[in-house]
């Protein structure tokens, strides 16, 4: 799908569930700033550094799993409490799921990155730094919950989504690392194809 329907598409889930939220307003503006942010970044990057249609579509995916996240609340997307009534599960998993993504999807982005911009070849090295970056994105946007949190009070409850879980910060993070590697290892090789369908595979590589 080429770049301007990926946006249409990505703008149209924004709209539609901006529209009325389960979620209070400031919750959904906390859970999608990063998909604004994305698309910003997109518009003033992608003549320069135009990234893969592979790519682009991994990254469309993750915004409409936050955009579903943002609009109920990642602990309440009738997906999950699907999901949690027909395996007797304790919580809705909705937001694992997110911070499962948050890991797989942006590995592929942080590669295509490196293996462009830098000189680091395929490999033990590449893969170790891929993983590094999106467990500390991951650990970043946990500072990010606890300082909403401290900001605003009970009002930050429903965007941290621990349902009451302790460890759910370590879980989130965990989750980002397993999806990272996931990522490198399914989708490595079709990455590598996609790159050299653009032009954009290095020759040391």
């Known amino acids: 799908m080429p770049l301007p329907w990926l946006i249409a598409v990505v703008m149209t889930a924004q709209v539609a569930l901006g529209i009325s939220p389960r979620a209070d307003r400031?919750?959904?503006a906390l859970e999608n700033f990063p998909v604004w942010a994305g698309l910003v970044i997109l518009a003033y990057t992608h003549r320069r550094f135009p990234l893969t249609s592979m790519c682009l579509h991994l990254l469309a995916l993750h915004s409409l799993i936050v955009a579903l996240g943002g609009h109920y609340t990642y602990a309440r997307v009738p997906?999950?409490?699907?999901v949690r009534d027909a395996f007797g599960l304790a919580r809705n998993h909705?937001?694992?799921l997110g911070h499962f993504a948050q890991?797989?999807?942006?590995?592929?982005?942080?590669?295509?990155?490196?293996?462009?911009?830098?000189?680091?070849?395929?490999?033990?090295?590449?893969?170790f730094l891929v993983v590094c970056v999106c467990l500390a994105f991951s650990a970043c946007y946990e500072f990010i919950e606890w300082w909403a949190a401290l900001l605003t009070g009970e009002a930050?409850?429903?965007?941290?989504?621990?349902?009451?879980d302790p460890w759910d910060t370590q879980w989130d993070m965990l989750l980002a690392t397993v999806g990272a590697v996931c990522a490198l290892?399914?989708?490595?090789?079709?990455?590598?194809?996609?790159?050299?369908?653009?032009?954009?595979?290095?020759?040391?590589?």
């Open 185 to 205: 290892v399914l989708l490595s090789r079709r990455h590598d194809a996609a790159l050299k369908g653009a032009g954009s595979l290095p020759i040391e590589c």
């Open 94 to 96: 909705y937001d694992r």
């Open 26 to 28: 400031m919750t959904w």
């Open 79 to 82: 997906l999950g409490d699907w």
């Open 103 to 127: 890991g797989f999807i942006p590995a592929i982005f942080v590669r295509e990155l490196l293996l462009r911009k830098t000189p680091l070849p395929r490999g033990g090295w590449l893969n």
């Open 156 to 164: 930050a409850t429903e965007f941290l989504g621990t349902q009451g």
